[in-house]
T-cell receptor, first 116, second 113 residues
C-alpha cells in the first residue's frame, strides 16, 4: 500500500542554518504530496503542496519539489528562524474508498528545534 | 470565520465510560475526517464522511462510531473507552471540489485511565 517515510528527529539547528527534512514515498498512481506543520499545542496546517511530478511547492521560505524518479519530496529552507520550531509532517493523498474522497497518509513527523 | 473547531479540548475518562467528540466547520465543506495522532505514528484515519448523512470506515475504525446528521458537524463517539484509545484526535474538513487541502481543527487530547 501507499506509505510515507520521513527522517527521524529531532532536528536541532541554530538560527539562520539551512534546513532539509527528507521525505520519500511509495505510491501507486499519481498522488499529490504535502507538507503539514504542527506548532506546539495546535492542529496541523498545510505548509505547501505539489500535485504532479516536477512541481515545486513553496510557502514562507520553505520549498519542496515532487521528484517522481526518486519518489521524494524533501523539505528545505535556506535560513530557519526560532519561530519555525514545530513538527513537520510529509503526507500523500490516497483514495479513501470507492467515493471521490481521499485520505491523507502521513509520515511519522519530524520535530525541528531552532536555537537562537 | 472560525474554520474547524473541536470540543472538548481535553478529557479524561475511565475505562468503560463513553463520550462524544464534536467537530464543527463553517466553510460549507462536504468532506470531513477524524484522525488520531499517536507518538511516532503520524496521523491515522478513523472514519470519514463525504456528505451529510454518510459515513465510512478509515484505517483504524474499531471502537469508534461517527455520525454526520448536519453538514457542518461530524461527531466521533466512543461507546466503551479503552486505554488504547488514549490519543490526540483531530478533525479535518475538505472542499469537495478537489482542492486537495484538508483543514484541521486544534485537536482533542483524550486520556483513558
Amino acid at each position: 500500500g501507499n506509505s510515507v517515510t520521513q527522517m527521524e528527529g529531532p532536528v536541532t539547528l541554530s538560527e539562520e542554518a539551512f534546513l532539509t527534512i527528507n521525505c520519500t514515498y511509495t505510491a501507486t498512481g499519481y498522488p499529490s504530496l504535502f507538507w503539514y506543520v504542527q506548532y506546539p499545542g495546535e492542529g496541523l496546517q498545510l505548509l505547501l503542496k505539489a500535485t504532479k511530478a516536477d512541481d515545486k511547492g513553496s510557502n514562507k521560505g520553505f520549498e519542496a519539489t515532487y521528484r517522481k524518479e526518486t519518489t521524494s519530496f524533501h523539505l528545505e529552507k535556506g535560513s530557519v528562524q526560532v519561530s519555525d520550531s514545530a513538527v513537520y509532517f510529509c503526507a500523500l493523498n490516497d483514495p479513501a474508498g470507492g467515493d471521490s474522497s481521499y485520505k491523507l497518509i502521513f509520515g511519522s513527523g519530524t520535530r525541528l528545534l531552532v536555537r537562537p | 470565520n472560525a474554520g474547524v473547531t473541536q470540543t472538548p479540548k481535553f478529557r479524561v475518562l475511565k475505562t468503560g465510560q463513553s463520550m462524544t467528540l464534536l467537530c464543527a466547520q463553517d466553510m460549507n465543506h462536504e468532506y470531513m475526517y477524524w484522525y488520531r495522532q499517536d507518538p511516532g505514528m503520524g496521523l491515522r484515519l478513523i472514519h470519514y464522511s463525504v456528505g451529510e448523512g454518510t459515513t465510512a470506515k478509515g484505517e483504524v475504525p474499531d471502537g469508534y462510531n461517527v455520525s454526520r446528521l448536519k453538514k457542518q458537524n461530524f461527531l466521533l463517539g466512543l461507546e466503551s473507552a479503552a486505554p488504547s484509545q488514549t490519543s490526540v484526535y483531530f478533525c479535518a474538513s475538505e472542499d469537495r471540489r478537489g482542492t486537495d487541502t484538508q483543514y484541521f481543527g486544534p485537536g482533542t487530547r483524550l486520556t483513558v485511565l
